[in-house]
């Protein structure tokens, strides 16, 4: 009722009304749960219905019979009105209509339910009853508007033939089997650049071929766009931002973006983590916001955008910032790292104390922050989906969150490299640059290697010693040039063997956990290859 007073211009929605409207959603959630588990679902409370009242704030002129028709307008969009099902239904949605219901028990068909939601969908005129009342032909003006919701009825229809509802198991083992695909191409790959025979290049090459589009076309299927994750955000700002007492407006951007649905799900705590600490730590009190003339209202925005093989995801706010001095001070304060070590830091590098575990500026614990869950949990589960999370903040200004994460896990674009006699596997996304220094030009900084280059100064890993094997004997130094958070090092190799895709196998359990390692996966020559993690081989 009162929605319908608002789209025809009777009455105008006030901020409680919308919190009505969101708490009536979780009321009816709790109802479903009650009927799934056999209980009596109950009633509203009446204080609850009592906030839809829009008497006295109805608009002062009354809307004249003609303008009727632009209220098609304000009806909602698409995406809200699929976020809005999504929050209606939830996970246990099915559970909750499997019992089938007594024809005298009150409640609506199937049929009558689907009708409903193509008078919603399709934009029915906001006066017209729902389910039972066909469309009026006797009255000219919404004649358009009823031929127009035929298709929009019939469209559902149309599509449901060109889709296949498949099990996403079945499509794990898919992919499972593309990537045993991918390992024997590779493996044919080596042997033909071994044996040079012109008859078997053109076949592995044909097959090299027929196997990536096979690779693209299954990716596809397991795409998802993110925003699945996101359509979730607003409610969780507005409940955050309400429990504060902050104005927050929080904007969504490249919600299409696809991503891999096992990576979708995973990102989904690390995300609600980011944005629930970007209002409480990030965002200052409206008035302390005004005096800093700065908007009452404080700016979240999370965004998703594609970059060749890998997906960035930020959260930005534009509130206080983070004062990298604070962070070091209390660093220090809790033991977490050596006063001498925290002296050295750049401002840049103080940032990233906040991912030491333990580590929280926050001096009171509320139901917001002091969860159990901090920074290092988030790095941890990001660095588990092959990503990287880096940090960026101008005091007063605001604070940046970037994540990156490949398309997808199955299939890994790595840099092979040598040390002693085995392979390892670098993720390609993770490499700068690769270059050749003599042995004369390291120096010494700190009791650590380090390279001068033009501009800057480049701290050195050398993989052999971390490995704790004999290194080739060469006057020249292979450097390959890492990026980790925002820092670069160099980790000194034997020899560099070349790009290759890789399948990523899980570490056996009594190589998981250890420091430096995130999976294992067979090569070309058909040898097994361990795959670096490179944030732990700082």
């Not at 959630?29 to 204080?47: F, I, K, R, T």
């Not at 060749?308 to 206080?320: R, T």
Request: include cysteine; glycine fraction near 8%.
């Amino acid at each position: 009722e009162a929605l319908g007073a608002a789209r025809a211009g009777q009455a105008v929605l006030q901020p409680h009304h919308f919190d009505a409207a969101q708490q009536s959603l979780d009321y009816l959630q709790s109802m479903l749960d009650a009927v799934s588990s056999g209980n009596e679902p109950g009633y509203a409370p009446p204080d609850l219905i009592a906030q839809f009242d829009v008497h006295g704030t109805a608009a002062p002129a009354a809307v004249a019979p003609t303008a009727a028709a632009p209220a098609a307008g304000d009806l909602i969009t698409d995406d809200e009105f699929e976020a809005l099902l999504d929050q209606l239904h939830g996970s246990n949605a099915p559970t909750a209509v499997a019992t089938p219901a007594k024809a005298d028990d009150g409640l609506i068909s199937e049929d009558e339910f689907e009708a409903l939601l193509d008078q919603l969908h399709g934009g029915a005129a906001p006066g017209a009853k729902p389910v039972t009342a066909p469309p009026a032909p006797a009255l000219p003006a919404p004649r358009p508007a009823a031929a127009a919701v035929k298709p929009a009825a019939n469209k559902p229809v149309a599509e449901a033939e060109h889709t296949v509802r498949v099990d996403t198991k079945r499509l794990d083992a898919i992919v499972n089997l593309i990537g045993e695909l991918v390992l024997s191409r590779n493996r044919l790959k080596t042997l033909r650049a071994r044996l040079r025979d012109e008859e078997l290049d053109r076949a592995v090459s044909t097959l090299d071929i027929a196997t990536a589009r096979l690779q693209s076309a299954v990716m596809r299927t397991r795409m998802q766009p993110v925003g699945k994750v996101f359509s979730r955000f607003p409610k969780v700002a507005r409940d955050v931002a309400r429990s504060l007492k902050k104005e927050v407006d929080l904007e969504l951007v490249g919600a299409e973006t696809e991503l891999d649905r096992n990576l979708v799900e995973a990102l989904a705590d690390p995300l609600v983590h980011l944005v629930r600490n970007a209002i409480d730590h990030g965002v200052e009190m409206p008035d302390l916001r005004e005096a800093q003339g700065k908007p009452r209202m404080g700016h979240v925005r999370l965004s998703a955008q594609q970059e060749g093989d890998y997906v960035s995801i930020e959260v930005q706010d534009d509130g206080a910032g983070i004062d990298p001095e604070k962070l070091r001070a209390k660093a220090r304060e809790k033991g977490l790292i050596d006063p001498e070590a925290a002296a050295r830091l750049s401002s840049e590098e103080c940032l990233h104390l906040v991912f030491l575990p333990g580590f929280s500026t926050k001096q009171q614990v509320t139901d917001i922050s002091g969860r159990g869950v901090g920074m290092d949990v988030v790095q941890s589960r990001i660095r588990e989906l092959s990503g990287q999370i880096q940090i960026q903040s101008e005091l007063g200004r605001g604070s940046r969150f970037l994540i990156r994460v490949p398309l997808t896990l199955a299939i890994l674009p790595t840099l092979l490299v040598q040390a002693g006699e085995d392979v390892y596997a670098l993720p390609l996304a993770r490499v700068m640059e690769v270059l050749h220094a003599p042995r004369t030009s390291l120096g010494w900084f700190d009791g650590r290697a380090v390279l001068d280059r033009r501009s800057h100064t480049l701290p050195l890993v050398d993989l052999r010693q971390w490995l704790d094997v004999t290194p080739a004997a060469s006057a020249l130094l292979t450097i390959v040039v890492l990026q980790a958070g925002e820092a670069r090092f160099g980790l000194v190799v034997d020899q560099v063997r070349g790009r290759e895709e890789v399948v990523i196998k899980p570490l056996p359990k009594a190589l998981r956990g250890l420091r430096g390692y995130a999976g294992a996966t067979l090569i070309g020559d058909g040898r097994m290859a361990l795959i670096l993690d490179v944030d732990g081989l700082r």
